[in-house]
């Protein structure tokens, strides 16, 4: 125990020692790193950050979860989103045409100091572009876009045309896919439409011909012809018996196609309320997201933290400083015992 203090104490009064000898080299350094770390902070310029924070949504149509009056959908238009759709939210929040658009709308080439025409020109954009702009979702399911730029004006403006072109960019796939479920459905109403029609114009024919309910009718005329056969009237029996041909000729058209236009009329119905539907999918849009908050342009900057820069680079070299003195005793100490040992063995 006692020898294990010593060799403590030993090593501590070295390392004392150590500094006492070499203090002004490592003054030096070190005063030498903090001026250099100080002018490299005062190049840095100052970059400040906007934040847009949102929910987004679950509905994905608008007429199931507006316009369904079958009360089947479950589908709630102002519920918030959960992890399912936020992770979805930042895949369209990475894509090309996000990244693309805002780099022309904000013509981020020239701002960023980048030769469009250059060497590699589109891989430090994407690098740049990565580097300030940044997507999460956060512990609570919201999605956080967050921006960085010497101009805070300009980083409040793409956080904020970003979270707003989300919608756009949701809106066009999913209108691609609904324009063509319209397309189906309107081709599948039309021709029950022109069926219908078709249907609507042969009964016309028929009711031309005096038949207008198959069934009371024919009741009625053979009541009335067995009226006739008993009375003798032959001059009624002729005019009832033509009426009878007539009905026994079209009454079963009349019947059939009586039956199959009210079938056709109810699918009619149906088919027309998710026509209704399709087309609204197709031509109106909603947001797909609940904003919590919007960007604003920063009073204050959020980098460079020149005083953490100082500090850490200081810290640094001052350590740098001694191990590498640390390293050039220990080789004078080596090279002074290589020599011993070759004057010993000479």
Known sequence: M?????????????????LVKWWKHIAIATLIGAIASVIISLTMKDRYKSVVIFYPTTTNSISKALLDVTGNSRQDFLEFGEEAEAEQALQILQSDEIREWVIAQYNLYEHYKINPNGKFAKTKMMKKFAKNVNFRRTEFNSVEISVLDEDPNIAAGIANDIAARLDSVKNRIQKERAREGLKIVEAEY???????QMMS?????IRSMGINDYASQSEVINKEYAAAVSKGDQRAIKALEEKIAILSKYGGAYVALTDNLELYRKQLSEIKLKYDQARVDAERNIPHKMVVNYAYPA???????????????????????IFFLIGLENWKKYKLELNKLKQNQA
């Open 190 to 196: 039309l021709n029950l439409q022109s069926q219908i």
């Open 201 to 205: 114009d042969s009964l016309d024919k």
């Open 2 to 18: 006692s020898n294990q203090s010593q060799e403590f104490s030993f090593s501590s009064f070295g390392f004392i020692s150590f």
């Open 299 to 321: 009073d204050r900057k959020t980098y460079p933290k020149r005083s953490m820069i100082v500090l850490g680079a200081t810290f640094a070299t001052f350590c740098m400083t």
